[in-house]
């Protein structure tokens, strides 16, 4: 069993910057690719950024440029450097791990919103 837990979350101002953070723990596991992915209201949930246990990054094009994710292998934790955020970025986001032998797990989220 593996558990996440997001933190950094909150209420920002268009142009503004937020740093999330997942936190993984459990015993016993091997982490391949940490990823983060949002939801908005009314939408479904999508893919924000990856990154592997090598720390090859991948990002959606609508956060390319702004988002940076990153991980640090010996704490088990993902973080998510979002800069010049936009309303448009207001959404619930979920840190996924993907842990060797086991499958995907989820987080409970943490919610952003872009407002002036």
């Known amino acids: 069993q593996v558990q996440l837990v997001e933190s950094g979350g909150g209420l920002v101002r268009p142009g503004g910057s937020l740093r999330l953070s997942c936190a993984a723990s459990?015993?016993?596991?091997?982490?391949?690719?940490m990823a983060w992915y949002r939801q908005a209201p009314g939408n479904q949930r999508e893919l924000v950024a990856t990154?592997?246990?090598?720390?090859?990054?991948t990002y959606a094009d609508s956060v390319k440029g702004r988002f940076t994710i990153s991980r640090d292998n010996a704490k088990n934790m993902a973080y998510l450097q979002m800069n010049s955020l936009k309303p448009e970025d207001t959404a619930v986001y979920f840190c996924?791990?993907?842990?060797?032998?086991?499958?995907?797990?989820w987080g409970e989220g943490t919610l952003v919103t872009v407002s002036s």
């Open positions: 996924n791990a993907e842990v060797y032998g086991f499958g995907a797990y």
């Open positions: 459990g015993s016993r596991f091997n982490i391949n690719v």
């Open positions: 990154v592997s246990s090598g720390g090859t990054t």
